[in-house]
Each structure stands twice: as structure tokens, then as C-alpha cells.
């Protein structure tokens, strides 16, 4: 399980900061995906519950996303009108599944990031 700071050991430490390494990177290097390591890894390696992991990985990526659009922006890689269309309709769907989550079983969402995975498999490998 997670330990509160006080109880925190340098082997757990270095599992937070591999963690968090491995998301900022799929963040920086692929736009996003980091909660494609974090949820898994919070699961199998530091044992929290699935559905705090789904949770926790949203508020750990929100911040991620927001460093790496900010590189992106400053090195000229992000076009704020390509991107402006998406954000209200990204805002209204993330409104409407924080809202649907609570009521969201574990095997549904279990079932759910299996499917996007799988998708987002298939679809690098048929791009490359």
C-alpha cells in the first residue's frame, strides 16, 4: 500500500520518482499516455486500490500534460487554433466521466483501459 511521507522508505521513494519518470516521459515523448504506465504501476508495484489508481493517474497526468504542452508551445510545436476546438468538448467529456466514475465498477473500467490499450497498440503499429 501507499504509506503516508512519514513512512516512506528510499525503496518506495525510488518507486515514485520511476513512476513519475516513466509517465513524464510518455507525456513528453508521445503527447500523452502517461496513465498507461502510472496505472499499472500503481496497481502492481505500489498496490493501491484500481480505482484510486484511475483517479490518482488523472491528477498526476493533469499537471504532466500541462508541462509538456507548455514545451511544446515554447519550442513551436503546438497551434493554439488546432487545438482550441478540442478543449471544450475534452472539458464536457472529462465533466461527464469524472461524474459517471464513482459508479463505474472495477472489471468495467478494468475491461475499458484493456480496449484502449489494445487500440492504441494496433493503431502505432499499423501507423508505423
Request: proline residues 3%.
Amino acid at each position: 500500500m501507499c504509506k503516508t511521507e512519514g513512512d516512506t522508505t528510499m525503496t518506495d521513494r525510488t518507486k515514485y520518482l520511476v513512476t513519475g519518470a516513466c509517465a513524464g516521459a510518455a507525456n513528453g515523448f508521445f503527447g500523452s499516455g502517461g496513465g498507461l504506465f502510472l496505472v499499472p504501476l500503481f496497481t502492481g508495484w505500489l498496490g493501491m486500490q484500481q480505482k484510486t489508481a484511475f483517479a490518482t493517474s488523472v491528477a498526476v497526468i493533469f499537471p504532466l500534460s500541462a508541462v509538456s504542452a507548455a514545451i511544446y508551445f515554447w519550442k513551436g510545436g503546438i497551434s493554439l487554433s488546432y487545438a482550441a476546438p478540442y478543449l471544450l468538448g475534452g472539458a464536457v467529456g472529462g465533466v461527464i466521466s469524472g461524474l459517471l466514475f464513482s459508479k463505474a465498477s472495477v472489471p468495467l473500467l478494468r475491461k475499458a483501459f484493456a480496449l484502449l490499450l489494445l487500440w492504441g497498440g494496433v493503431r502505432a503499429v499499423l501507423l508505423l
